[in-house]
Each structure stands twice: as structure tokens, then as C-alpha cells.
């Protein structure tokens, strides 16, 4: 392996949207250090925290169509069926909903589930209740994708939380998506919700630990019923 290949998997990537972070917790630790230099040393702890929040790490994507994956790194939180968004104007009926929840210390860069169009994007104000709370999906700040896939359209919805009071998606209507694509992040803990149509099936249990874009979270037209786990 050359040089460049060992500092290329040694050093995980920074998201850009994390760059002025970054310098600010810098900058204030040294403004810090000035005034208590023990307080230098918190502040470089809590940079430190920051680079790590905003890393971006490259995934080894599976290449299947009928896979749907993991938007985010997370806890798989929920799994049920449940009407998606109104705003979204996607189904008045239960779909398939699966979430997953990202605390502090997961990657928030968010991707794409599978491959296709992105047909709309819709951002909703809202509250910034606790992520996992049932109610979060209904009463948080979110902002939802519809893309159109060769299995129909899916839901993909970004939710704010506690924490969490910037929601960031730079993907626009009419704008292609390979499965695993990045499209957007969340600062600085939250969840993602995705809703899946008819033929599905779950392929995650909650409290399964997911990774973004290698996790396998549903598998379309497979006569396999919902996986089942036990803890050892």
C-alpha cells in the first residue's frame, strides 16, 4: 500500500458542512485558554468531539435494487406501519416505517436508501422534541425526500431533536441518487424515518446497531418473513 493509500484509510474525511465548526471550537478554546489555560485543554477536548461529529467516512455500498438501506449510522428505533407525512403527499395508507436514531457520537451524514429520482422535497417547522419519542416524527422541525425508485416512491424523512436545530439537504427535486449517495446531515443528534411501499420486508430488528449505506434495512419481494434476533 503507497503512502497516500495508508494517510487515506488512517484519516477519515470532514464533512465540509463541519469546517466552520471546527475553527469556532478552536478559536474559543484559545479565547478560553487566555482567561484559564485549563479551560484550553476542555475546549481542545470538545474540538476534538467536533472533527470526530463531522466525520465522513466512505461505505462499501451493496449493488442490489431491491435493497433498501440505512440513510444514516444510528439505533434502529421503530419499525411499523404508519401513514407517512401529509405534506409529502405520498399515501393517505400505512406504510412501512422505519427509523433510525443518531445520537452525538454517530456520523450524521445522511444517504440515500436506494437509487433513483428525487421527485420532491418538503421542509416542515416544527418543534425539537426528543428524537426518539414516538411523537418526534409528527411534532419535529423535519424535512422529507419522495424518490422515485424501480420499486415505486419512498419516503426518506430527516427529523430533528433535541439537540439537534439545523437540518441540511442539498439535494433538489429532478436530481438523480445512487443508493448510498449523500444527500444531506443533521446537527446535532436526530433521526431519519423511512417510509417503504407494499412488498417489503424488514430486515432489521429495534435496538439493531445500523451503519449508513451498508446497512440492509428492507428487501423487496422476498418471501422471507421479518429477520428475528436474540441477545447472547
Not at 197 to 223: C, H, K, M, N, W
Amino acid at each position: 500500500m503507497s503512502l497516500v493509500d495508508t494517510i487515506k484509510h488512517t484519516f477519515v474525511p470532514i464533512h465540509r458542512e463541519g469546517h466552520k465548526f471546527i475553527v469556532a471550537f478552536f478559536a474559543i478554546s484559545v479565547i478560553l485558554g487566555f482567561l484559564w489555560f485549563p479551560l484550553f485543554w476542555v475546549g481542545m477536548l470538545l474540538t476534538a468531539w467536533c472533527i470526530y461529529f463531522f466525520r465522513d467516512p466512505e461505505r462499501l455500498v451493496p449493488q442490489d435494487e431491491d435493497l433498501a438501506l440505512s440513510p444514516a449510522d444510528g439505533q434502529v428505533s421503530l419499525i411499523t406501519m404508519s401513514p407517512p407525512p401529509s405534506e409529502l403527499g405520498l399515501s393517505d395508507a400505512p406504510m412501512l416505517k422505519i427509523s433510525i436514531f443518531m445520537n452525538v457520537f454517530n456520523c450524521h451524514v445522511n444517504r440515500a436508501p436506494m437509487r433513483g429520482r428525487v421527485e420532491q422535497v418538503a421542509y416542515r417547522e416544527g418543534k425539537f422534541l426528543n428524537a426518539e419519542s414516538d411523537k418526534a416524527s409528527d411534532d419535529n422541525e423535519r424535512n422529507g425526500l419522495i424518490i422515485d425508485t424501480s420499486h415505486g416512491r419512498i419516503g426518506v424523512i430527516q427529523v430533528a431533536g433535541l439537540v439537534a436545530r439545523r437540518i441540511v439537504c442539498w439535494t433538489t427535486p429532478n436530481v438523480p441518487l445512487e443508493a448510498g449517495e449523500r444527500f444531506g446531515l443533521i446537527r446535532f443528534g436526530s433521526r431519519l424515518d423511512v417510509y417503504l411501499p407494499e412488498g417489503f420486508t424488514p430486515r432489521v430488528s429495534v435496538g439493531q446497531t445500523a451503519i449508513a449505506a451498508e446497512t440492509i434495512l428492507a428487501e423487496y419481494g422476498s418471501d422471507k418473513g421479518p429477520v428475528l434476533t436474540r441477545r447472547i
